[in-house]
């Protein structure tokens, strides 16, 4: 994968984040999906599922016309992109979940993916923390279609 642009805003307080509710979505740089990170994934994950690990068969046998990435490490590029598209000046985050995850399109590897963060709602947490709800989408590029829409729930400490 690659990619590295300077990030879209910087938060280095509680009340930078509540600044962003409602605004303009965020969106990262563009990152490109290769064979090696999905093959990285399986091994991670034990998921060895053709479609993803073998090229061959997956051009021949694949509605898809070649292999795809896995739908949980699409998903699991959303805290490496927020992290390079709001640089978040704190002691501590972290991910508290995600609600009504969605893969709505497939990711042939190649694909180049960004993401837009919006910010849906800001929350006090104990031990002087907020909680926020962003709302994610990830987009391919040369597709009108987002690849996985998700609300990411993080913890912040400034």
């Given at each position: 994968m690659t990619g590295s642009?300077?990030?879209?805003?910087?938060?280095?307080?509680?009340?930078a984040l509540r600044a962003l509710v409602g605004g303009e979505p965020l969106v990262s740089e563009w990152l490109t999906v290769d064979q090696a990170s999905v093959d990285r994934?399986?091994?991670?994950?034990?998921?060895?599922?053709w479609i993803h690990v073998d090229p061959e068969r997956a051009r021949r046998e694949s509605p898809f016309g070649g292999p795809v990435?896995?739908?949980f490490l699409t998903l699991s590029l959303i805290?490496?992109?927020?992290?390079?598209?709001?640089a978040l000046e704190q002691r501590m985050g972290v991910n508290y979940g995600l609600n009504r995850v969605r893969f709505?399109?497939?990711v042939p590897v190649g694909s180049q993916l960004r993401a837009k963060f919006a910010v849906e709602s800001v929350t006090e947490v104990d031990n002087n923390g907020?909680?926020?709800?962003?709302n994610v989408k990830l987009e391919r590029q040369g597709s009108e279609r987002p690849v996985c829409i998700a609300e990411f729930i993080t913890r912040h400490y400034f």
């Open positions: 642009a300077a990030p879209a805003a910087t938060c280095g307080s509680a009340a994934f399986a091994e991670a994950t034990g998921d060895h599922q990435a896995h739908g805290p490496a992109l927020l992290g390079k598209t709001v709505t399109s497939p907020v909680q926020v709800v962003w």
